[in-house]
């Protein structure tokens, strides 16, 4: 009842100083038109209040628009013109609106298209026409017998330049929400607990105590106990926090090894009796700890790992030309791939053939990573990764175009590589500038799989690139036990092709069309091997893994699934800068549009002003 109240008093006194001052009549209607729209549609919507709140403001503002043509004003040209612009934001603002796109029979990526084209176009149009239209309101109650020589002319120029300066906002805003940016103002912002981090807490075998070792006064131990609280609160009861002073504890610091403040422990109750600790440090002084606090999310999750779970073997085969950690390209350097999984607490160790793989793969592997062999593997490395298969292991296998196809090895759980080289002509990342990028292929199109959640749950802003890729078929014959079920987890675009002649063209011989950038296999209970094939070495590369967050999710939640622990899969929160790779044409659009196109508009209106005042002094 209050807001019904609020509101009438304020649609009386829109009406009343439209009445006492005539000569502002015009502007208080439309300014309180628009307000009335704006709270209808944002403030009050899908509230009772939000149609008449709405329905009073469109009248409002046309009966504003009605009284600036039937003004008699000196600058009443200029002001006709400019509030015909300032109402065109209704309709624009109305093909932004649900239920005109539901009229228009719009599917739902035109849809999406129009919200957000016309969204942004209303504001602009309001600020454009609003803007000039006060400062002529201005003028004119400065000189209400007459306006001097070029005051129009300042009015509506200026109001101009400020109003075309503020739409920088609106594709800037579209921009950021895209990227999932956000801004913050403060000195940094401490990282949050990722879902990944909330599971491993959560899954713990037995509870775990988090002690943070900060005086009473501590800005950092002020920053870490928010975090570690809401770790807490979705652990299930597995973890605790305390705050300890480490020289008001000595008994305490000496039995976990703290000579000094500044750090972060974790203990574990064994049932052996000694506690397993880990611990991590995370300077007292603020300035020092702000990179650490942009990590904490993942450096916390790589210490509970090690914690609550054993050390765990990734067996990488070598020997045929594979990516590397050592590589110096770092196209195909894996260098991160390797430290994404020791922070998942694996042993990272080569597996050749001086390591037994042509006789058997070891017992104590948890995982088998096949990257991109140039040269084919041994018969007896194939019958041995089969059986590894057979048994029930987990295998991660990268192709890659000008490969090894590793026929024996994929064909084994139904697969294949389909001849030529994913290229698209519009959807590509731009590297080289030049033809060649048509390889360099993206997709946030991902299946119905466990490996894949995460990346499927943010696809409007993560993506998986590709450096040159081999599409993955199913042949349907397989020779593993048991009925395999495969699923695809990224598939190409639609508008993709195969190309077969490396010339980044599509010639007319060229018609296949890709399959699968990526497919996990899984075997039947009798066999529970678990198996996925990533299209592209370079996938996994230091190049590709550092720019696109999307690839090393990817690689997560795959390892994760391989090995079965599904309950850890999730994102990990960082807030380390990384760097913005504009992927499509439309990215660049916007991009060279708002940060030259708008502000170069501004300048030519200004400097265009300035020689109109010249040439009427000169005269």
């Known amino acids: 009842m209050t807001t019904y109240v609020l509101l009438g008093i304020l649609v009386m006194a829109t009406g009343a100083a439209a009445w006492r001052f005539p000569r502002a009549r015009a502007s208080l209607l439309h300014s309180g038109g628009f307000a009335l729209l704006y709270m209808g549609q944002r403030l009050f919507d899908g509230d009772a209040l939000s149609t008449p709140l709405s329905a009073v403001g469109v009248v409002l503002a046309l009966v504003a628009l009605g009284l600036r043509w039937r003004a008699n004003d000196p600058a009443g040209k200029s002001a006709r013109v400019l509030s015909l612009i300032a109402a065109s934001s209704l309709p624009l603002y109305a093909l932004s609106h649900p239920a005109t796109h539901a009229a228009l029979g719009l599917g739902a990526t035109a849809s999406d298209r129009f919200a957000v084209s016309f969204a942004a176009l209303a504001p602009i149009a309001w600020l454009v026409g609003t803007l000039p239209l006060w400062l002529l309101d201005r003028v004119g109650a400065q000189h209400p017998r007459g306006l001097p020589v070029g005051a129009a002319a300042w009015a509506t120029t200026t109001g101009l330049g400020v109003g075309l300066a503020l739409t920088l906002v609106f594709p800037l805003n579209y921009l950021a929400s895209e990227h999932d940016v956000e801004a913050d103002f403060s000195y940094f ?97 603020l300035k020092k700890a702000k990179k650490d606090l942009k990590k904490l999310d993942e450096t916390f999750q790589k210490s509970l790992l090690k914690l609550s779970r054993g050390k765990r073997v990734a067996y990488v085969l070598t020997g045929h030309g594979e990516a590397s950690p050592r590589d110096e390209d770092p196209k195909t350097k894996l260098g991160e791939f390797k430290n994404l999984l ?216 795959g390892v994760r699934w391989l090995v079965g622990d599904e309950k850890l899969m999730g994102e990990t929160q960082t807030e380390e800068d990384v760097k913005i790779e504009h992927t499509s044409e439309s990215d660049k659009v916007w991009f060279y549009g708002t940060i030259f196109g708008a502000p170069l508009l501004v300048l030519a209106l200004g400097a265009w002003s300035v020689t109109r005042r010249t040439q009427k002094k000169e005269a």
Not at 220 to 241: C, D, H, I, N, R
Not at 249 to 264: F, H, I, Q
């Open 189 to 285: 912002r401490v990282t949050r607990a990722g879902t990944a981090t909330l599971a491993a807490a959560a899954s713990a075998e037995s509870p775990v105590e988090v002690l943070l070792f900060y005086p009473a006064n501590s800005e950092v131990k002020e920053k870490l106990v928010p975090y570690f609280e809401a770790v807490a609160a979705g652990s299930e009861g597995k973890l605790s926090v305390r705050v300890v002073d480490q020289p008001m504890a000595p008994k305490l610091a000496e039995e976990l090894s703290v000579r000094d403040n500044g750090y972060v422990v974790l203990r574990q109750e064994r049932a052996e009796g000694k506690p397993a600790v880990e611990k991590f440090k995370v300077e007292d002084d």
């Open 342 to 557: 020791r922070a998942q607490n694996y042993d990272v160790t080569d597996f050749g053939l001086e390591q037994g793989s042509a006789s058997a793969i070891p017992d104590d592997a948890a995982l088998v990573v096949v990257p991109g062999p140039a040269k084919a593997l041994l018969a007896e490395e194939t019958a041995a990764l089969r059986r590894y298969i057979d048994g029930g292991g987990a295998l991660l296998v990268y192709a890659d175009p000008g490969r090894d196809g590793m026929a024996d090895l994929l064909g084994h759980v139904g697969l294949s590589i389909a001849p030529g080289t994913v290229a698209n002509m519009v959807k590509n990342v731009p590297i080289s500038q030049g033809v060649q990028d048509r390889f360099n292929v993206f997709s946030n199109s991902f299946g119905t799989h466990a490996s894949v959640a995460t990346l499927s749950k943010y696809a409007t802003r993560a993506a998986v690139v590709l450096l040159g890729a081999v599409s993955i078929d199913e042949t349907g014959a397989s020779t593993a036990p048991g009925p395999a079920k495969v699923t695809p987890l990224v598939r190409a675009f639609p508008d993709s092709w195969l190309d077969l002649d490396g010339d980044a063209e599509k010639d007319a011989e060229e018609t296949g069309r890709p399959n699968a950038l990526a497919v996990a296999v899984e075997g039947p209970e009798t066999a529970p091997y678990r198996v996925i094939v990533v299209g592209d070495v370079n996938a996994a590369s230091d190049f590709v893994v550092t720019r696109s967050q999307g690839n090393g999710q990817l690689l997560l939640d």
